[in-house]
């Protein structure tokens, strides 16, 4: 069974960091593209990064670049994204999915608030 | 950039009434690389439809996609109790991966 599990979520100030993480199993992860998804409250979809098998290929939507880093351990089957400079546009749950540009499996989620 | 107008905004329909749901891009789609999904309240997405026909593992035939260009439909011919959900189209063509703003169907 393909299982995502994100965590890493919670509440960070403005301008504060936070890494959320995806711990993947159930499917051959060093072998799949995998990408962040986002979805900010009561509203639509949004998507954030992804990156190839081994990290060679990585892709951002604009309002992230520079701040947000994506990254992979396929020793550990886990994904990663790094958030720096957070603001308050950033509050959203995050979700971790399988595919590059289009998602196949998609873990439940972790909420990251924004807010002083 | 694509992007993607979904309508109608919500669609208000009985079981067993076929429904059929709107998105019409910006600009052409290159090969048809557009996916729907769906999402219920709580939930993750769920990939329903990819390369604007294409079902995904596991989904029923009551689902099906149209569409080339810019206008694509997702059509429930018959819709089952769990099918009241939010549907969103998806190109997956280049970056940005743009979704649309989403069609709710609600219980009539």
């Known amino acids: 069974e393909v299982l995502l599990v994100e965590s890493g979520g919670g509440l960070v100030q403005p301008g504060g960091s936070l890494r959320v993480s995806c711990a993947a199993s159930?499917?051959?992860?060093?072998?799949?593209?995998m990408s962040w998804v986002r979805q900010a409250p009561r509203r639509g979809l949004e998507w954030v990064a992804n990156?190839?098998?081994?990290?060679?290929?990585?892709d951002y939507v604009d309002s992230v670049k520079g701040r947000f880093t994506i990254s992979r351990d396929n020793a550990k089957n886990s994904l990663y994204l790094q958030m720096n400079s957070l603001s308050a546009e950033d509050t959203a749950v995050y979700y971790c999915?399988?595919?590059?540009?289009?998602?196949?499996?998609w873990g439940q989620g972790t909420l990251v608030t924004v807010s002083s | 950039e694509i992007v993607l107008t979904q309508s109608p905004g919500t669609l208000s329909l009985s079981p067993g009434e076929r429904a059929t749901l709107s998105c019409r891009a910006s600009?052409?789609?290159?090969?048809?690389?557009l996916a729907w999904y769906q999402q219920k309240p709580g939930q993750a997405p769920r990939l329903l439809i990819y390369f604007a026909s294409r079902r995904a593992t596991g989904i029923p035939d009551r689902f099906s996609g149209s569409g080339s260009g810019t206008d694509f439909s997702l059509t429930i011919s018959s819709l089952e109790p769990e099918d009241f959900a939010v549907y969103y189209c998806?190109?997956?063509?280049?970056?940005?991966?743009?979704f649309g703003g989403g069609t709710k169907v609600e219980i009539k």
């Open positions: 600009q052409t789609v290159p090969s048809n690389y």
């Open positions: 998806q190109h997956h063509g280049y970056s940005p991966l743009n």
């Open positions: 990156m190839n098998q081994d990290g060679s290929f990585i």
């Open positions: 159930g499917f051959p992860f060093s072998s799949s593209y």
């Open positions: 999915a399988i595919g590059g540009n289009y998602w196949s499996s």
